[in-house]
């Protein structure tokens, strides 16, 4: 696979030849889109790999720019990651056909990476022992767009974390990746072997576990939110399991339409989290926090 210089940006793209050390002869992507293949993630979309780079906790392996767009994009790189020295390979569309799952809208860049790291719950209780936190967990919540969705409002207000059940949770791919728009690089993300004994865990560290219910007596507007709160948000179909319903202290309902009283999940995230910040009017910082 050559490498091809479109005009009229040759002479700027050759002028940056030095800075991203442009290959002579670079390696071919992978042969398919296979995120467990080699412990390797293929991530795409603008937002997602440009977060991407910026994060110190990934490796890269490879980064790929469609043809027509790699002027524009090669103008992005240098503005948003001004210090990534990775190479940009440039390729045709077939390229991210093989690469990519199919029909996704990569906005012609592609970067394979190493995945992102989560954290325990351990790791987040050692890191908070006291003070305010705010956790979201979700409960068997598999639409990787939810997840995503849900990943930009945890980290528009700043929570500390994101709590996943290990089955039934969507898979940290691309999809979520770019449905979380950069977000995933952001918010810690928490592998919960069993819902029920974090929510125990958690309780035991001064936290308090509100479940999201719409049958629920009280509103969420209602409630004194405490200053060490977790939300517990089941599936769209299902809702809270019954035991992760027993393990909350409290059951809230945001009020709806009795003409049509559900929420999507990741609404129903955003409006737990602004209705937080919003009672407890907690800072939201400027600066994105390397995770621990």
């Known amino acids: 696979m050559s490498f091809i210089i479109i005009s009229p940006f040759k002479d700027y793209l050759m002028s940056r030849k030095k800075k991203f050390k442009f290959p002579q002869n670079p390696p071919k992507p992978s042969k398919s889109y296979d995120p467990s293949s080699s412990g390797k993630v293929w991530l795409y979309g603008v937002h997602a790999v440009m977060a991407a780079l910026k994060n110190k906790k990934r490796t890269f ?12 994009l090669t103008l992005l790189l240098e503005k948003k990651c001004p210090h990534v020295s990775i190479a940009p390979t440039l390729v045709d569309e077939d390229v991210f056909q093989k690469v990519l799952p199919k029909d996704v809208v990569h906005q012609g860049i592609a970067l394979l990476t190493s995945p992102i790291s989560s954290l325990s719950l351990e790791d987040i209780l050692d890191q908070y022992p006291q003070g305010p936190v705010t956790l979201l967990c979700l409960d068997q919540v598999t639409d990787p767009q939810n997840v995503g969705a849900i990943l930009r409002s945890a980290a528009a207000f700043g929570i500390q974390g994101l709590g996943l059940t290990e089955r039934h949770s969507p898979q940290i791919t691309g999809t979520l990746a770019k449905a979380a728009s950069g977000a995933l690089e952001i918010t810690p993300l928490l592998l919960l ?19 999201l219910d719409e049958n629920a007596d009280q509103t969420l507007s209602e409630a004194n939110l405490p200053e060490r709160v977790v939300f517990v948000l089941g599936s769209e179909g299902e809702g809270l399991r019954r035991l992760s319903r ?32 919003r009672q407890k009017n907690l800072p939201l910082s400027s600066k994105l926090q390397e995770k621990s």
């Open 61 to 72: 392996e490879q980064l790929i720019f469609l043809q027509k767009t790699a002027p524009e």
């Open 193 to 211: 072997g069993n819902l029920a004994q974090s929510l125990e865990l958690l309780k035991k560290h001064g936290f308090w576990c509100l479940g």
């Open 246 to 277: 027993e393990k909350c202290d409290l059951l809230l309902k945001i009020p709806t339409s009795p003409l049509f009283p559900t929420l999507n999940v990741s609404t129903s995230a955003a409006i737990c989290l602004y209705e937080n910040h």
